[in-house]
């Protein structure tokens, strides 16, 4: 199959049937790259980081490194937009119903589901990247720092970011 289309199929299809973010895509995007061959976990971890280190939103940002390395300027463009496009759709269309909706018991209980869900989809991206961390006592400080960091002093992910990466450059050469 083409990779432009493939690619697009791909991200079409994630962003269709994903909830919870970003971030709960990442197991979606590699359980489909890596059936498909397109990808390995050394390589999709690397990518995660640059991602992570990239302005802008993670599944946004996958997709296009992640069309830049299979297949150019183009496969990048197209796997954004497929991967954008059903959000979009669906807000538009979702908000005329959501006002009519939004204090329905059934949609209260759908949208609690959905929580719970995007949560353990949270946590699987978790242990993919997990997988690819060598742990050490250096590795272990970096994760506490980042986690204290970020939830009880609510400091800016960038700032965490990049002092986690100036103790590993330190620490970890």
């Not at 959501?98 to 991206?125: C, H, P, Q, R």
């Not at 990466?165 to 050469?173: D, Q, S, T």
Request: net charge positive; charged share 10%; hydrophobic share 55%.
């Amino acid at each position: 199959m083409n990779t432009n289309l493939l690619m697009s199929i791909i991200f079409f299809k994630i962003g269709a049937l994903s909830f919870g973010g970003g971030t709960a895509m990442i197991p979606a995007i590699y359980q489909n790259l890596q059936s498909y061959g397109l990808i390995n976990y050394d390589e999709f971890a690397n990518i995660i980081v640059v991602s992570q280190v990239t302005p802008g939103m993670i599944a946004l940002n996958l997709a296009t490194y992640i069309g830049l390395e299979k297949g150019g300027f183009l496969t990048a463009a197209l796997a954004t937009l497929a991967a954008t496009i059903p959000s979009v759709i669906v807000m538009f269309l979702g908000m005329k119903l959501w006002n009519k909706m939004k204090e329905n018991d059934y949609t209260k209980s759908f949208l609690e589901g959905v929580k719970a869900s995007s949560l353990g989809l949270i946590l699987s991206a978790v242990f993919i990247m997990a997988k690819g961390v060598e742990f050490g006592y250096v590795t272990i400080f970096i994760v506490c720092l980042a986690f204290v960091g970020s939830v009880i002093f609510k400091k800016n992910p960038m700032l965490i970011l990049f002092i986690s990466g100036v103790i590993g450059g330190i620490f970890l050469v």
